[in-house]
């Protein structure tokens, strides 16, 4: 299993521009996430899918869209990037919720610059 | 609202120097808490996961604690390979999303 991966491990883009994080698990997990991390400070949820075809708005959506077409996959779309959108992004996924549900399995991050 | 704190922010030890790190949480229907260990560059690794007051879980060197308002990471004779960043996070009643405290940067010298 390679768990969860994530493309690219870095971008720069310029104010303005759009681009797509891609995000995939080969866990068969249900649930998956994606979250910033500034520094210093904790994770925070940006948007979060229970399954293909259903997602929702965690605390920073702003910004941000997602699409969840497949059980495997969850890109995070940037539209009109913006210097507060600087950030390190992880993606994660865990099993059906339950009392092991949310033991969430993170990607290595992608790091995003945006000038 | 629901908020995780860790403290402190940053520790330095010494080889086989033990310690414990501190998560105090106010959290609605805490559902789970969950130790993460982050090495730079790399996304959280998970470590243990907590639901009820009393519980507790080891791995290594590693001892996790739960009380009904914080819980410990306890460090037991740590190497310089434990060195990373310490996250705690907890899940409410929705039981959805996790929330995270900022860390506790754990260098260890030898």
């Known amino acids: 299993n390679a768990g969860v991966t994530q493309t690219p491990k870095f971008r720069i883009l310029k104010i303005g521009q759009s681009m797509t994080l891609q995000c995939a698990q080969d866990m068969n997990h249900n649930y998956m996430y994606w979250y910033r991390q500034d520094p210093g400070m904790g994770l925070k949820l940006i948007y979060y899918s229970v399954g293909a075809g259903i997602t929702d708005k965690g605390e920073v959506p702003n910004g941000y869209n997602v699409s969840r077409s497949t059980t495997e996959d969850f890109p995070l779309r940037l539209e009109l990037a913006a210097p507060s959108q600087t950030s390190v992004y992880f993606c994660?996924?865990?099993?059906?919720?339950?009392?092991?549900?949310?033991?969430?399995?993170f990607g290595p991050g992608t790091r995003l610059t945006v000038l | 609202e629901d908020q995780v704190t860790q403290s402190p922010e940053a520790l330095r030890l010494q080889e086989g120097e033990s310690s414990s790190l501190n998560c105090s949480y106010t959290v609605s229907g805490l559902r789970g808490l969950f130790w993460y260990r982050q090495d730079p560059g790399k996304g959280p690794e998970f470590l243990f996961t907590l639901y009820s007051a009393g519980e507790e879980k080891e791995k290594e060197r590693l001892k996790a604690t739960l009380t009904k308002k914080e819980s410990f990471l306890h460090i037991t004779a740590p190497k310089p390979e434990d060195s990373a960043t310490y996250l705690c996070?907890?899940?409410?009643?929705?039981?959805?999303?996790?929330?995270f405290g900022k860390g506790t940067t754990l260098s260890v010298s030898s």
């Open positions: 996070a907890a899940t409410n009643q929705a039981g959805t999303a996790l929330i």
């Open positions: 994660a996924s865990s099993p059906l919720s339950g009392r092991a549900g949310n033991e969430q399995f």
